[in-house]
C-alpha cells in the first residue's frame, strides 16, 4: 500500500487550498504555479478550471499538482485569460474524481465553476432539502450545495442568486468563482478560512488563500479579502460589496500555528515570526533544565527557534529528516514499516546520546506519532525527553474545514496531561496555554466575549450553528453520512 510518511500522519491537515487569476494570458499556467506553492493545504487531489471567452475548460486529477499540470499539453488545453484552481485533502473514505474541484455546472446563465476552501456546516440539512425539491447531485461535495442553491435562486442576475445562496449556508467558505461575467471571490462573514487578493501587471488580479502563492506567480499583495465581502471582477474592473450585516471577524488560529506556510503574510505579519514568539511563550509558561532544545521537522522548526532563544538552551537539529523520498511504499509487518519510519527521519544520534532533550512540536492529535518521536529519542540515547507543543491541547473537532479526527481519538479528549505523558512516554509534557498563544499573536490574553479568532478545536466555542453535527446521534455518522472536502 502507498501511505503518507508516518511523521505527517497524525496531523491537523487544512482540507484546501484555493487560487484564481483574472485578465492575464496564460492563465491555467499562473494557476498550476500557485497551487504548486499551496500544495501543503491538500495533497490528495488538484484541478484547473479556465475561461477562454466562449467556452470553459476543466481538468482534475488525483495526485500531486506537479505530474498532473506540468505538462505543456495539459496546459494548452486549459486556454483562457481567466482561471482557478484548488488542490484539496478528502476527509473520509477514498479520493473520488467527482468530488475534485473546481466543480463545474451549466446553469440557466451559463458556466458556473467554484473552488472551495471550507466547510458548510449545515449542508446535509441544505442538501435534504434540495434533493426533495428535485435537484440531482453527482457529487458527495458540501460545495456542489453552493451551485444548487444558485441554480434554484428566484432572484434576477446571477450575482444576486450567488448572494441569496450564501444567506443560506451556514459555517466556513473562501471562494473562488467563475462565470460567463467574471470572477467572483468571497469569504464568509466571519473569515473563518484565508483569502488574499494581488495584483500582476496593470490589469490581472490573482486570489489566492496565501501570499506565498502570490510570491510564486510574482503578484503583488494589495490586501486580505475582507470577512464578508464579495470581489468581483469584470472586464478588468474591479469592485466591492458586503452584503452581510458585519460581525467581529473568527479567522482560524490554526493557520498560525500550522497550516500556512512560514514564509506567508497575514494581518501585516509574518507566519514565521509568530511560530517564533509562540515557542518563546512556551519557554516563559513550561521552562525545563535541558541541555538541547529539538524541533520535529518541519512544523515544529519556527517555534523550537523561539523557544531555544527564550530558554536559553541551545537549538540543535536533533532529527534529520529526508526531503528526497516522496511517498513511500511500505510492506505488511511490523518490523518492515519500522523501518519506513526512518527512511524519512532519523535521530541525530551522536548529538543526542547522553542528553537531556526539549522536544517541539506544532500539536499533539492521536498521540501516535509522538509517542514514535519520543521512541526515537530514547533509541538514540537521550538522557531525559521533554515535550512542548505549540499549541494548547487540540479537545476538540473542526466542523469549519479541517480534517479533524472525530473526539473520541484527539488524545487530549481521552485523558489528562499525566494520561498523555503516560501514552507518549515521555519525562514531562506541556502545552501553550489558550491565553500564551493569544499573547504571542499580540493579545493581551483570550477573551471570553468576543474572542479574535476561531479556537474551537481547543476550546470548544464554535462561532457558527453546527446545524448537521446537531442532527446526527455522532461525529461518526456525520463523517458517514457526508464528506467534508472544502
Known amino acids: 500500500m502507498f501511505t ?86 478528502s476527509t473520509t473514505g477514498e479520493t473520488s474524481n467527482r468530488n475534485i474541484q473546481p466543480l463545474y455546472a451549466e446553469l440557466a446563465s451559463g458556466g458556473f465553476a467554484v473552488a472551495h476552501n471550507g466547510n458548510l456546516s449545515n449542508a446535509m440539512r441544505l442538501r435534504k432539502d434540495l434533493v426533495r425539491t428535485g435537484s440531482i447531485f453527482q457529487s458527495t461535495s458540501d460545495t456542489e450545495v453552493i451551485i444548487h442553491l444558485v ?3 428566484n432572484y434576477r442576475t446571477l450575482l444576486d442568486r450567488f448572494i441569496d445562496a450564501l444567506k443560506q449556508v451556514e459555517g466556513a467558505y473562501s471562494l473562488i468563482c467563475m462565470t460567463p461575467e467574471g470572477m ?6 466571519l473569515g473563518i478560512r484565508p483569502l488574499v487578493m494581488g495584483k500582476l501587471g496593470d490589469g490581472a488580479y490573482i486570489f489566492a488563500s496565501e501570499t506565498v502563492a502570490l510570491d510564486v506567480v510574482g503578484a503583488e499583495f494589495v490586501r486580505e479579502v475582507e470577512p464578508g465581502e464579495l ?21 482560524c488560529i490554526f493557520e498560525w500555528v500550522y497550516f500556512s506556510r512560514p514564509d506567508s503574510i497575514s494581518e501585516d505579519r509574518s507566519v514565521y515570526s509568530v511560530r517564533k514568539a509562540i515557542g518563546a511563550e512556551l519557554a516563559q509558561e513550561n521552562a525545563v533544565e535541558a541541555d538541547l532544545v529539538i524541533p ?29 523520498v516522496g511517498r513511500t511504499f511500505i510492506q505488511p509487518g511490523d518490523k518492515v514499516r519500522h523501518l ?27 498521540g501516535t506519532t509522538s ?68 499573547r504571542a499573536l499580540g493579545e ?9 479568532y476561531c479556537d474551537a478545536c481547543f476550546t470548544g466555542d464554535y462561532p457558527t450553528p453546527l446545524t448537521d453535527q446537531d442532527e446526527t446521534t455522532s461525529v461518526d455518522q456525520f463523517a458517514v453520512l457526508a464528506e467534508r472536502v472544502g
Open 184 to 189: 467572483i471571490a468571497c469569504r464568509d462573514p
Open 296 to 324: 520535529v521537522p518541519d512544523s515544529g522548526v519556527p517555534a523550537a527557534i523561539g523557544y531555544a532563544q527564550a530558554s536559553g538552551i541551545p537549538f540543535e537539529l536533533g532529527i534529520i529528516r529526508s526531503h528526497y
Open 4 to 89: 503518507t510518511h508516518p511523521f505527517d500522519d497524525d496531523k491537523l491537515r487544512e482540507e484546501c487550498g484555493i487560487f484564481g487569476v483574472s485578465g492575464a494570458d496564460g492563465a491555467a499556467a499562473l494557476v498550476a504555479l500557485g497551487l504548486h506553492a499551496l500544495q501543503h493545504r491538500g495533497q490528495e487531489a488538484a484541478g484547473i478550471c479556465s475561461w477562454d471567452g466562449a467556452m470553459f475548460h476543466t481538468q482534475r486529477a488525483q495526485g500531486h499538482v506537479a505530474g498532473n499540470f506540468d505538462r505543456p499539453e495539459v496546459i494548452e488545453s486549459l486556454p483562457g485569460a481567466t482561471a482557478c484552481g484548488h488542490v484539496r485533502y
Open 231 to 251: 470581489v468581483i471582477v469584470k472586464n478588468g474592473e474591479l469592485r466591492s460589496i458586503r452584503p452581510f450585516a458585519p460581525l467581529s471577524p473568527r479567522p
Open 371 to 438: 509517542l514514535k518521536i519520543v521512541q526515537m529519542m530514547r533509541d538514540a540515547g537521550a538522557a531525559e525527553v521533554h515535550m512542548r507543543i505549540a499549541s494548547p491541547p487540540t479537545r476538540h473537532s473542526c466542523f469549519y474545514g479541517v480534517d479533524t479526527p472525530e473526539r473520541a481519538k484527539l488524545l487530549a479528549a481521552k485523558y489528562d496531561l499525566g494520561g498523555m505523558t503516560d501514552y507518549i512516554q515521555a519525562d514531562s509534557l506541556a502545552f501553550i496555554s489558550i491565553d500564551g498563544l493569544y
Open 151 to 153: 441554480a434554484t435562486s
Open 340 to 366: 519506513g519510519v526512518k527512511l524519512k527521519h532519523n535521530a541525530n544520534r551522536k548529538l543526542i546520546e547522553g542528553k537531556r532533550i526539549v522536544l517541539v512540536d506544532d500539536s499533539i492529535v492521536r
Open 444 to 452: 493581551a490574553n483570550r477573551t471570553a466575549v468576543r474572542p479574535k
